[in-house]
């Protein structure tokens, strides 16, 4: 989704835009443009890639400033050509406006300025905002108060960037629904829609809340709400450098945030588990007191870290969880109550169908608690409370060591509900806590011995439909790794619950179908093995292909694979977190040996910023 930087200060600000622009690419986008004050306001803006703007600065040269703002765009109203990118002019070219979001009733601000004679240039709701802007700039003769009387008429979600040539080293910015956060400088401020627009310059940021509006100069920042009252924004850190932003030297970022998962699961256990427990010291325990059901929301990867927590926390604490899709569960209508726990699982934290469904639950009066993996997001500032994920910036579109770092938040979670309400032995709960601090070593030992995987994809470049089956905290794993399959290598691919083959899926083998089988480990309690090898001697029999991921040593699996490939001995929980590590390699290399584009897959963005 869209991408947006703001500068004021004694650099060239051209050059700060661009490379803010550049570090927020994953983001997804299909057009890029950037607005600079020096003495007079200028704009260059391009359709298409970031190379394409840095072309047409090229050239045709920017008058450079010390002001300015830049944005990247993913195109909802109006179609991804020159005119349609952001920034959008108005005032006779004096003032620009970049927009990430979606106004609502943009068609009926339209056309009370239609009806005033404004002419438009494109088909963005983005411009008319910024012709209400210069409307009441020209009334008011400032710029935040031109900018906090246009916000209060808009609905829908938004953050708004504007500059004017009136009024040098100022830029004004305004957030509903959609991401901005402040960087701190000497003598210099930025606005970004998430810290990686600034992080080269500064890690010291403020969060900006809901329904508030925040004026940059070189020297200071304001922070208003859209009464004009003023605000104390939050003052965060941000944990991670530029460098960790960048590939690093792998060819990939997806490549490079698989070799993170380990990492991403020490991070966040971190601190986390002490003398055999569970502390979330940043929770505040009133929120899990007295609860006596966990609804669990999210979308694609985060929905299934959600329901491989569901299993464990039910385990644990005794009470039913559900897992629902966030835009499922906003408009059903759910049957919850304060003492339901909402627990919203989000990378970004600002995926909007999860965001609304947070902001309902609360509405309803249930306790809203947020999983996320980025400081100062939307969504953990719409929670009661938050638990955030360590996994550092995650930039390839397809999610990986985020959904482990779910699933380590979610099990936290489960056993701090289980401590809180009793239902949980000390044996059980240290064996627990042992076993996920042992994790991260084991994600290493599955990355480690994952080179057959490669190869597996190269015989495998042609396929166009895979299988995939999973019993259990398995279940969840399948569907995972279809999702990615879905998002890399552009197949179909569909994930089954194992049970569920003689109902129906069967009916789909035949000679060659390629078909990956999570086996659970043969000393689960279930003994659930028994029943997902006969599973595979089914499919087997009708010419199935089979890869099973297996606990290392489960001669049971042997007779009756075409491959296995070995996960560690682990906690039967545990197993998930490893199981899946071969799903996401297989289709970051199956991808690569399609010569598909890895870490910014067709049609998709990092973060769904619009419902
Ligand atoms: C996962 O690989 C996809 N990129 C997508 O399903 C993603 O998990 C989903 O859009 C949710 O994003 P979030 O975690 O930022 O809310």
Redesign the pocket.
Known sequence: MCGIVGYVGPRGSAAVLLGGLGRLEYRGYDSAGIAVISDTLDLRKRAGKLVALRDELESNPIVDGHTGIGHTRWATHGAPNDVNAHPHLADGGKLALIHNGIIENFAELKAELLAEGVEFLSETDSEVAAHLVAREYRECGNLTEALRRVVSRLHGAFTLLVVHEDAPNVVVGARRNSPLVIGLGEGENFLGSDVAAFIEYTRNALAIGQDQLVTITPTSVDVIDFDGNPVTPEPFEVTWDASAAEKGGWSSFMAKEISEEPQAVADTLRGRLVDGRVELSDLNPALLSGIDRVVII?????AYAGMVGKYAIEQWARIPVDVELSHEFRYRDPVVNDRTLVVS???????MD?LMAVKYAGEVGCRTLSICNTQGATIPRESDGVIYTHAGPEVA???TK?FLAQVTALYLLGLAIAQENGNISDTVLADMVRDLAATPDQLKTVIEHSERIETMAKWMADTRAVLLLGRHVGYPVALEGA??LK?LAYIHAEGFAAGELKHGPIALIEPGQIVFVIVPSPRDPNSLNAKVVSNIQEIRARGARVIAIAEQGDAGVLPYADEVIPIPLANPLIEPMLAVVPLHIFAMELASAKGLDVDQPRN?A???TVE
């Open positions: 999210g979308c694609g990867t985060a699982v989000s990378q970004s934290g600002e995926t999860t579109v397809a999610s985020a999702l990615k998002e998709l990092k973060s769904v």
